[in-house]
């Protein structure tokens, strides 16, 4: 079990910044690879960002690279997604999720390889 815990959503104004936070507790989180995804209202939960167990590879959807950074600090259990120039449409529930498998292309967005989800954090970007 890896329990998540995400903070750090809000409202902010178009082109705004916001830096989530997922808060993993016990003493495995650096055996996982990392995940933040969203779902905004009526649409399918999406993939944003990735980063490696080590924290030294990362991925990104085409929607926010260039815009967000993802970080995983192992010595703290934390994982953090900090997103700038925020857009309308980057309004959605917030996710991050523990992947217990190896970080690959092939798995790093696929929401079905994720074991571990927190209960989500809302984040609205007003126009």
């Known amino acids: 079990q890896v329990p998540l815990v995400e903070s750090g959503g809000g409202l902010v104004q178009a082109g705004g910044s916001l830096r989530l936070t997922c808060a993993a507790s016990?003493?495995?989180?650096?055996?996982?690879?990392m995940g933040w995804f969203r779902q905004a209202p009526g649409k399918e939960r999406e993939f944003v960002a990735a980063?490696?167990?080590?924290?030294?590879?990362?991925a990104y959807d085409d929607s926010v690279r260039g815009r967000s950074t993802v970080t995983k600090d192992n010595a703290e259990n934390t994982l953090y997604l900090q997103m700038n120039s925020l857009k309308p449409e980057d309004t959605a529930v917030y996710y991050c999720a523990a992947n217990p498998t190896v970080f690959s292309s092939r798995t790093y967005s696929r929401a079905a390889d994720y074991d571990y989800w927190g209960q989500g954090t809302q984040v609205t970007v007003s126009s």
């Open positions: 016990g003493r495995t989180f650096n055996s996982y690879a």
């Open positions: 980063i490696s167990r080590s924290g030294t590879t990362t």
